[in-house]
């Protein structure tokens, strides 16, 4: 479990790692490939993107299905100083379910705002049930904690939903990646939800429909890939209007504030300030 720059949250815990979407501005991706390796028998089998390809052979004997990892424990790896830690991302972005780290929240006291797998979608198609069971059983041992959680999969939130899977706790919080209008998303009269439109690539409301979850988070694409796509002040206004009329709170991402200027509106549910 992490502190983190994002601005919307305390922490991430990422007790599942990797996702197959594929989004071309992917930073998780970007940075996984970057950690990706483990020591095998005190050799280092690979930290190097390049490579990445290679490390992702490796057939544990734990694997459940083909191109899914489960982990008991963590695999080490070795940093630039030469320290053994513990390899956050041993196969790069192939979904991992680190289940050692399960335990992690019920470690933190002080109730925080927790950003559940930050570096992988838990509810991909790819993800076996029981591991998203498995996490949601490890948020509902500390209560204490909000838990946010997100994916560009809503149709998952219903399906667990359905199957009486999807904890209806005003601490948990479903979140659905947008990016512009037309895109479904997850809404709910028994859950707490919002939508986070990052990157923002087109006018997202009034054409939706309307402002259907209880918080919404905007926001630009993160880092310098060329031709990245860069929100119009304009998008961010009407949002900002629509969401004002339906008094939705609305937070701007910090990555904004070249379209938006210092006087960024970041608003979070009642629920979710800051204790
Ligand atoms: S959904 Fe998120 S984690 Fe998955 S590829 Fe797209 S940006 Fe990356």
């Given at each position: 479990m992490d502190n983190t720059r994002?601005?919307?949250?305390d922490m991430t815990w990422n007790p599942v790692t990797g996702c197959r979407h594929g989004c071309n501005y992917c930073y998780a991706a970007r940075t996984a490939g970057r950690f990706a390796g483990y020591l095998s028998q005190g050799v280092k089998v690979s930290n190097d993107p390049r490579k990445e390809e290679i490390v992702q052979e490796v057939k544990l004997p734990?694997?459940?299905?083909?191109g899914i990892v489960v982990l008991d424990k963590p695999l080490k790896t070795m940093t630039a100083a030469g320290n053994v830690v513990n390899a956050p991302y041993p196969f790069g972005f192939t979904p991992t379910f680190h289940r050692y780290r399960l335990g992690d929240p019920v470690k933190k006291q002080r109730p925080r705002n927790i950003f559940v797998c930050s570096m992988a979608d838990l509810f991909g198609t790819w993800v076996p049930t029981k591991w998203i069971v498995e996490v949601m059983d490890a948020c509902m041992a500390a209560p204490q904690h909000n838990y946010l959680f997100l994916t560009k999969n809503p149709r998952r939130y219903t399906e667990l939903d359905e199957m009486a899977l999807l904890p209806r706790r005003n601490n948990f919080w479903y979140g659905t990646t947008t990016t512009e209008a037309g895109q479904s998303y997850f809404i709910s009269e028994h859950h707490k939800t919002f939508t986070s439109v990052e990157p923002m690539t087109g006018p997202l409301f009034p054409?939706?429909?309307g402002i259907l979850v209880d918080w919404v988070i905007v926001g630009a694409e993160t880092g310098l890939r060329k031709n990245k796509a860069v929100p119009e002040r304009a998008w961010v206004k009407d949002l900002l209007d629509a969401c004002r009329e339906e008094g939705v709170p609305l937070f701007m991402k910090r990555n904004l504030t070249d379209v938006w200027g210092e006087n960024l509106v970041q608003e979070l549910p009642t629920m979710l300030g800051r204790r």
């Open positions: 994002i601005d919307w949250a734990n694997c459940e299905r083909e054409e939706a429909g």
